[in-house]
Protein backbone atom coordinates (compact mmCIF):
# COMPACT_ATOMS: atom_id res chain seq x y z
CA UNK A 1 0.00 0.00 0.00
CA UNK A 2 1.04 3.54 -0.59
CA UNK A 3 -1.58 5.72 1.32
CA UNK A 4 1.12 8.06 2.13
CA UNK A 5 2.71 8.80 -1.50
CA UNK A 6 4.20 12.40 -1.77
CA UNK A 7 3.01 13.51 1.36
CA UNK A 8 4.72 15.00 4.24
CA UNK A 9 4.72 13.84 7.93
CA UNK A 10 6.54 14.95 10.98
CA UNK A 11 7.23 12.68 13.47
CA UNK A 12 8.76 13.77 17.14
CA UNK A 13 10.46 11.11 19.46
CA UNK A 14 11.64 8.98 17.25
CA UNK A 15 14.72 7.15 17.09
CA UNK A 16 16.41 3.34 16.50
CA UNK A 17 18.47 2.34 19.94
CA UNK A 18 20.54 -1.24 19.82
CA UNK A 19 17.26 -2.59 21.64
CA UNK A 20 14.83 -1.84 18.86
CA UNK A 21 12.27 1.27 18.09
CA UNK A 22 9.84 2.34 20.14
CA UNK A 23 6.38 4.03 19.04
CA UNK A 24 8.13 6.79 16.94
CA UNK A 25 10.47 4.80 15.26
CA UNK A 26 8.10 2.26 14.16
CA UNK A 27 5.79 4.64 13.05
CA UNK A 28 8.28 6.19 10.88
CA UNK A 29 9.56 3.20 9.38
CA UNK A 30 5.64 1.99 8.36
CA UNK A 31 5.31 5.49 6.95
CA UNK A 32 8.28 5.29 4.50
CA UNK A 33 7.30 2.03 3.22
CA UNK A 34 3.77 3.78 2.24
CA UNK A 35 5.34 6.62 0.62
CA UNK A 36 5.47 8.94 2.77
CA UNK A 37 8.64 11.68 3.12
CA UNK A 38 9.20 11.72 6.58
CA UNK A 39 10.72 14.45 9.11
CA UNK A 40 11.37 13.16 12.24
CA UNK A 41 14.18 13.62 15.45
CA UNK A 42 14.33 13.19 18.84
CA UNK A 43 16.80 15.05 21.32
CA UNK A 44 20.34 15.66 20.77
CA UNK A 45 21.49 13.28 23.32
CA UNK A 46 19.52 10.61 20.82
CA UNK A 47 21.67 12.02 17.94
CA UNK A 48 23.37 8.53 17.19
CA UNK A 49 20.05 6.69 17.40
CA UNK A 50 18.40 9.58 14.91
CA UNK A 51 20.76 8.67 12.62
CA UNK A 52 20.49 4.53 12.68
CA UNK A 53 17.02 4.86 11.96
CA UNK A 54 17.45 7.05 9.24
CA UNK A 55 20.19 4.82 7.77
CA UNK A 56 17.65 1.81 8.03
CA UNK A 57 14.97 3.61 6.62
CA UNK A 58 17.04 4.75 3.71
CA UNK A 59 18.57 1.48 3.49
CA UNK A 60 15.13 0.25 2.76
CA UNK A 61 14.28 3.07 0.16
CA UNK A 62 12.35 5.78 2.31
CA UNK A 63 13.05 9.20 1.79
CA UNK A 64 13.68 10.93 5.41
CA UNK A 65 15.03 14.21 6.70
CA UNK A 66 15.93 14.09 10.67
CA UNK A 67 16.70 16.94 13.11
CA UNK A 68 17.18 17.98 16.81
CA UNK A 69 14.01 18.70 18.31
CA UNK A 70 13.55 19.64 22.12
CA UNK A 71 9.69 20.31 22.58
CA UNK A 72 10.80 22.09 25.61
CA UNK A 73 12.39 24.94 22.92
CA UNK A 74 10.02 27.24 21.01
CA UNK A 75 12.53 27.63 18.86
CA UNK A 76 13.45 24.24 18.32
CA UNK A 77 9.98 23.36 17.94
CA UNK A 78 10.16 26.25 14.72
CA UNK A 79 13.27 24.95 13.21
CA UNK A 80 11.95 21.38 13.18
CA UNK A 81 8.81 22.84 11.03
CA UNK A 82 10.92 25.63 8.77
CA UNK A 83 12.77 22.25 7.82
CA UNK A 84 9.91 20.44 6.58
CA UNK A 85 8.37 23.13 4.54
CA UNK A 86 12.32 23.76 3.20
CA UNK A 87 13.02 20.33 2.42
CA UNK A 88 9.56 19.46 1.44
CA UNK A 89 7.57 22.34 0.54
CA UNK A 90 4.49 21.18 3.07
CA UNK A 91 2.97 19.74 5.80
CA UNK A 92 0.71 16.91 5.40
CA UNK A 93 0.40 14.74 8.90
CA UNK A 94 1.77 15.82 12.48
CA UNK A 95 2.62 13.09 14.71
CA UNK A 96 3.11 14.33 18.59
CA UNK A 97 5.05 11.14 20.06
CA UNK A 98 7.83 12.71 22.08
CA UNK A 99 7.42 12.47 25.52
CA UNK A 100 9.65 12.12 29.30
CA UNK A 101 9.28 9.94 31.68
CA UNK A 102 10.97 11.23 34.92
CA UNK A 103 12.06 8.32 37.13
CA UNK A 104 10.80 11.23 40.25
CA UNK A 105 7.68 11.33 38.43
CA UNK A 106 5.82 9.29 41.10
CA UNK A 107 2.97 10.66 43.73
CA UNK A 108 1.71 14.18 44.79
CA UNK A 109 3.95 14.32 47.67
CA UNK A 110 7.21 13.51 46.68
CA UNK A 111 7.35 14.45 42.64
CA UNK A 112 9.39 17.56 42.92
CA UNK A 113 7.85 20.61 41.48
CA UNK A 114 10.69 21.29 38.64
CA UNK A 115 9.69 17.33 37.47
CA UNK A 116 6.53 18.63 37.58
CA UNK A 117 7.24 21.85 35.21
CA UNK A 118 9.75 19.82 33.47
CA UNK A 119 6.89 17.03 32.46
CA UNK A 120 4.26 19.69 31.54
CA UNK A 121 6.50 21.81 29.70
CA UNK A 122 7.81 18.53 27.32
CA UNK A 123 4.89 16.89 27.02
CA UNK A 124 1.65 19.11 26.74
CA UNK A 125 3.59 22.64 25.92
CA UNK A 126 5.31 20.74 23.56
CA UNK A 127 2.43 19.15 21.85
CA UNK A 128 0.41 22.52 22.04
CA UNK A 129 3.68 24.51 20.31
CA UNK A 130 4.29 21.39 17.51
CA UNK A 131 0.23 22.04 16.30
CA UNK A 132 0.81 25.56 16.76
CA UNK A 133 3.80 25.77 14.59
CA UNK A 134 2.25 23.33 12.45
CA UNK A 135 -1.00 24.64 12.07
CA UNK A 136 -0.93 27.28 9.87
CA UNK A 137 0.53 25.35 7.01
CA UNK A 138 -2.03 23.04 6.93
CA UNK A 139 -4.77 25.75 6.84
CA UNK A 140 -3.21 27.11 3.94
CA UNK A 141 -3.34 24.05 1.86
CA UNK A 142 -6.98 23.29 3.29
CA UNK A 143 -5.86 20.14 5.13
CA UNK A 144 -4.12 18.26 7.44
CA UNK A 145 -4.06 15.32 9.97
CA UNK A 146 -2.79 15.51 13.47
CA UNK A 147 -2.58 12.22 15.52
CA UNK A 148 -1.13 12.65 19.40
CA UNK A 149 0.13 9.37 21.33
CA UNK A 150 -1.49 10.01 24.66
CA UNK A 151 -1.24 7.23 27.30
CA UNK A 152 -4.09 5.25 29.51
CA UNK A 153 -2.63 6.89 32.42
CA UNK A 154 -4.35 10.15 30.98
CA UNK A 155 -7.70 8.28 31.31
CA UNK A 156 -7.58 6.83 34.55
CA UNK A 157 -5.86 7.20 37.91
CA UNK A 158 -2.73 5.30 39.04
CA UNK A 159 -0.67 4.84 41.35
CA UNK A 160 2.67 6.77 40.08
CA UNK A 161 3.77 9.21 37.31
CA UNK A 162 1.05 11.70 38.54
CA UNK A 163 2.77 14.23 36.34
CA UNK A 164 2.90 12.04 33.19
CA UNK A 165 -0.48 11.03 33.50
CA UNK A 166 -1.99 14.77 33.62
CA UNK A 167 0.34 15.93 30.81
CA UNK A 168 -1.53 12.73 28.82
CA UNK A 169 -4.94 14.46 30.30
CA UNK A 170 -4.31 17.49 28.70
CA UNK A 171 -3.19 15.96 25.25
CA UNK A 172 -6.73 14.55 25.41
CA UNK A 173 -8.29 17.76 25.69
CA UNK A 174 -6.12 19.56 23.24
CA UNK A 175 -7.12 16.99 20.77
CA UNK A 176 -10.69 17.79 21.38
CA UNK A 177 -10.02 21.55 21.11
CA UNK A 178 -8.03 21.23 17.96
CA UNK A 179 -10.60 19.30 16.21
CA UNK A 180 -13.57 21.58 17.58
CA UNK A 181 -11.43 24.60 16.20
CA UNK A 182 -10.08 23.40 12.49
CA UNK A 183 -12.40 20.70 11.25
CA UNK A 184 -14.03 22.93 9.26
CA UNK A 185 -11.05 24.10 7.77
CA UNK A 186 -10.06 20.71 6.70
CA UNK A 187 -8.08 19.91 9.84
CA UNK A 188 -8.48 16.54 11.37
CA UNK A 189 -6.96 15.94 15.30
CA UNK A 190 -7.59 12.48 17.62
CA UNK A 191 -5.22 10.98 19.67
CA UNK A 192 -4.35 7.17 20.75
CA UNK A 193 -3.84 5.90 24.19
CA UNK A 194 -1.24 3.30 24.38
CA UNK A 195 -1.35 0.32 27.08
CA UNK A 196 2.17 -0.77 27.97
CA UNK A 197 4.15 -1.12 24.67
CA UNK A 198 6.78 -3.15 24.90
CA UNK A 199 9.41 -0.96 23.74
CA UNK A 200 12.95 -0.48 24.05
CA UNK A 201 12.44 1.72 26.37
CA UNK A 202 9.56 -0.44 28.41
CA UNK A 203 12.24 -2.92 28.62
CA UNK A 204 14.73 -0.94 30.68
CA UNK A 205 11.91 0.54 33.02
CA UNK A 206 9.39 -2.51 33.76
CA UNK A 207 10.44 -5.32 35.41
CA UNK A 208 9.53 -8.76 34.50
CA UNK A 209 7.02 -8.73 37.43
CA UNK A 210 5.51 -5.69 36.07
CA UNK A 211 5.18 -6.72 32.57
CA UNK A 212 2.99 -9.70 34.25
CA UNK A 213 0.96 -7.41 35.73
CA UNK A 214 -0.11 -6.05 32.76
CA UNK A 215 -0.21 -9.43 30.96
CA UNK A 216 -2.99 -10.47 33.58
CA UNK A 217 -5.08 -7.47 33.23
CA UNK A 218 -4.76 -7.32 29.33
CA UNK A 219 -7.82 -8.38 26.93
CA UNK A 220 -5.19 -10.03 24.67
CA UNK A 221 -3.16 -13.16 25.33
CA UNK A 222 -0.10 -10.89 24.10
CA UNK A 223 1.26 -7.20 25.23
CA UNK A 224 1.69 -4.48 23.11
CA UNK A 225 4.40 -4.21 20.23
CA UNK A 226 5.47 -0.57 18.94
CA UNK A 227 4.06 -1.73 15.25
CA UNK A 228 0.70 -2.21 16.52
CA UNK A 229 0.42 1.58 17.79
CA UNK A 230 1.90 2.39 14.55
CA UNK A 231 -0.94 0.87 12.69
CA UNK A 232 -3.19 2.74 14.58
CA UNK A 233 -1.44 6.19 14.09
CA UNK A 234 -1.52 4.87 10.49
CA UNK A 235 -5.02 4.41 9.81
CA UNK A 236 -5.84 8.05 12.07
CA UNK A 237 -3.84 9.93 9.77
CA UNK A 238 -4.38 8.33 5.98
CA UNK A 239 -7.21 9.13 4.18
CA UNK A 240 -9.52 6.02 4.86
CA UNK A 241 -9.86 8.09 8.56
CA UNK A 242 -11.26 10.79 6.90
CA UNK A 243 -14.69 11.19 8.74
CA UNK A 244 -12.74 10.26 12.22
CA UNK A 245 -12.04 13.63 14.22
CA UNK A 246 -12.06 14.33 17.88
CA UNK A 247 -11.34 10.79 19.06
CA UNK A 248 -9.30 9.40 22.07
CA UNK A 249 -8.56 5.91 20.94
CA UNK A 250 -7.34 3.04 23.47
CA UNK A 251 -4.97 1.08 21.63
CA UNK A 252 -3.84 -1.17 24.75
CA UNK A 253 -5.10 -4.80 24.52
CA UNK A 254 -8.29 -3.96 25.96
CA UNK A 255 -6.82 -3.59 29.32
CA UNK A 256 -9.07 -0.48 30.35
CA UNK A 257 -12.36 -2.06 29.09
CA UNK A 258 -13.10 -4.52 31.67
CA UNK A 259 -14.53 -4.53 35.30
CA UNK A 260 -11.05 -3.93 37.65
CA UNK A 261 -11.61 -7.00 39.37
CA UNK A 262 -12.08 -9.01 36.46
CA UNK A 263 -8.67 -10.94 36.04
CA UNK A 264 -9.16 -12.03 39.30
CA UNK A 265 -12.42 -13.75 39.01
CA UNK A 266 -11.30 -15.80 36.31
CA UNK A 267 -8.38 -17.01 38.21
CA UNK A 268 -11.54 -17.96 41.25
CA UNK A 269 -13.57 -19.42 38.76
CA UNK A 270 -10.45 -21.27 37.03
CA UNK A 271 -10.10 -22.65 40.66
Not at 5 to 16: D, H, M, P, R, S
Not at 86 to 99: E, F, S
Not at 262 to 267: V, Y
Request: aromatic share 6%; glycine share 10%.
Amino acid sequence: MQRFKNKVVIVTGANLRDKGVGIGGATVIALAREGARVVFGDIPAQSAAVQALADQVRGDGGDVTTCSIDQASEASVAAMVELALKTYGGIDVLVNNAAVVPSEDTDVLNTPVEVWDRVMTVNARGAFLMTKYTLPHMLKAGHGAIVNVSSGSGLVGDVTRIAYGASKGAINTLTKYVATLYGKQGIRCNAICPGLTVSAQAKTMVPPVGMDIFLKHTLTPYLGDPAYLANAILFLASDEAAFVTGIVMSVDGGLLQHQTYSADMWELMQG
